[in-house]
């Protein structure tokens, strides 16, 4: 089955405390990117990657990294997560670019106490 | 600065009606423009899409009205059924780039 996989689906952290939340494709698709949802703001996008190794900011990066080694993965790492990182996660992947469909994982969702 | 504005916040429509939600963007780079629908507990799923050199795309119960020099574009969803009820984000997109609308939360009654 085509799916995006978002590891883990809840996750409650400390100030501080590195984190790490793992996405995986199975469809061979280039473009993979990372949003979080918050109520009243829709989704904005945290980072993408058009490609391995190429991975670029998107809307709201700070306080986010992300790598692309593989084609089929691409996590996002909290270096130092805040409270106000506090949100609804989710890692979508598209065939080549952004103008064509989107799968979306089933959603990461974080506290930050 | 929201690239995207859709309205309204929530919708509640009687089944067999119609409902009508409503977005408009700034960035004339915008390529495609697609609609998603959001149930609880799950991530976004395309629901229908459409780019800019057409005015209209009907799948189903499903019509996105497109016009390009108001840089608007509507959702209808005919004969509304409870099983619609969910929550819908329009999208404009480059091609590195999808920006979401804030979202319709849409409640069909009985």
């Given at each position: 089955?085509?799916?995006?996989?978002?590891?883990p689906r809840y996750l409650i952290t400390v100030t501080g405390k590195k984190l790490t939340v793992t996405c995986s494709q199975n469809?061979?698709?280039?473009?993979?990117?990372?949003?979080?949802?918050?109520?009243?703001?829709?989704?904005?996008?945290?980072?993408?990657?058009?490609?391995?190794?190429?991975?670029?900011?998107?809307?709201?990066?700070?306080?986010?990294?992300?790598?692309?080694?593989?084609?089929?993965?691409?996590?996002?790492?909290?270096?130092?997560?805040?409270?106000?990182?506090?949100?609804?996660?989710?890692?979508?992947?598209?065939?080549?670019?952004?103008?064509?469909?989107?799968?979306?994982?089933?959603?990461?969702?974080?506290?930050?106490? | 600065?929201?690239?995207?504005?859709?309205?309204?916040?929530?919708?509640?429509?009687?089944?067999?009606?119609?409902?009508?939600?409503?977005?408009?963007?700034?960035?004339?780079a915008f390529d495609y423009f697609p609609w998603y629908q959001q149930f609880p507990g799950k991530g976004p799923a395309l629901l229908?899409?459409?780019?800019?050199?057409?005015?209209?795309?009907?799948?189903?119960?499903?019509?996105?009205?497109?016009?390009?020099?108001?840089?608007?574009?509507?959702?209808?969803?005919?004969?509304?059924?409870?099983?619609?009820?969910?929550?819908?984000?329009?999208?404009?997109?480059?091609?590195?780039?999808?920006t979401f609308g804030t979202g319709t939360r849409l409640q069909v009654t009985l």
């Amino acid at each position: 089955e085509a799916q995006v996989t978002q590891n883990p689906r809840y996750l409650i952290t400390v100030t501080g405390k590195k984190l790490t939340v793992t996405c995986s494709q199975n469809m061979n698709h280039e473009y993979m990117s990372w949003y979080r949802q918050d109520p009243g703001l829709g989704l904005r996008q945290i980072y993408y990657s058009m490609n391995v190794e190429v991975t670029d900011k998107g809307d709201v990066p700070e306080g986010y990294k992300v790598s692309r080694k593989e084609k089929r993965n691409f996590p996002l790492i909290l270096e130092s997560p805040s409270p106000n990182q506090t949100s609804l996660y989710f890692c979508a992947s598209s065939l080549r670019a952004l103008n064509t469909e989107a799968f979306f994982g089933q959603g990461t969702r974080l506290t930050v106490v | 600065q929201q690239q995207v504005k859709q309205s309204p916040q929530s919708l509640i429509v009687q089944k067999g009606g119609i409902s009508i939600i409503n977005c408009a963007y700034e960035n004339t780079a915008f390529d495609y423009f697609p609609w998603y629908q959001q149930f609880p507990g799950k991530g976004p799923a395309l629901l229908i899409a459409i780019r800019p050199d057409v005015s209209e795309k009907k799948e189903g119960r499903f019509t996105i009205s497109f016009n390009k020099s108001a840089k608007q574009f509507s959702l209808h969803i005919m004969d509304s059924q409870p099983g619609d009820s969910a929550t819908y984000f329009c999208a404009a997109s480059t091609a590195s780039k999808l920006t979401f609308g804030t979202g319709t939360r849409l409640q069909v009654t009985l």
